[in-house]
Nanobody
Framework: QLQLVESGGGVVQAGGSLRLSCVAS?????????AGWYRQAPGKQREMVAT???????TYADSVQGRFAISKDTADNAVHLQMNSLEPDDTGVYYC??????????????WGQGTQVTVSS
């Protein structure tokens, strides 16, 4: 099964930037299907931040539109999230989700372990 390694979280002041990365490994990827970043703040449900899909393109949560940018490597094994103009409300644990066919009829749908992003005011 695919495995994900996330990196790039940390502590930043409001207005600053961070870049999160998520690299998939462990199995050859035949076809990329979709990937996305989700976040969970303390006491809140996990919410979608940004997704990139082979079929439907890129989607952003309204709260990050214009500030965040999701991108995918041409090798289809990594997805990144550039976060600019960070706000305290962006604080949370950010999780990567990655979906890819590793065999003709097998879709791997995996989650990363999460990386903490803390934005101080």
């Amino acid at each position: 099964q695919l495995q994900l390694v996330e990196s790039g979280g940390g502590v930043v002041q409001a207005g600053g930037s961070l870049r999160l990365s998520c690299v998939a490994s462990g199995m050859p990827i035949l076809t990329f299907n979709a990937a996305g970043w989700y976040r969970q703040a303390p006491g809140k449900q996990r919410e979608m931040v940004a997704t990139v899909s082979r079929s439907s393109g890129i989607t952003y949560a309204d709260s990050v539109q214009g500030r965040f940018a999701i991108s995918k490597d041409t090798a289809d094994n990594a997805v990144h999230l550039q976060m600019n103009s960070l706000e305290p409300d962006d604080t949370g644990v950010y999780y990567c989700n990655f979906q890819a066919f590793t065999k003709p009829m097998r879709l791997d749908d995996v989650w990363g372990q999460g990386t903490q992003v803390t934005v101080s005011s």
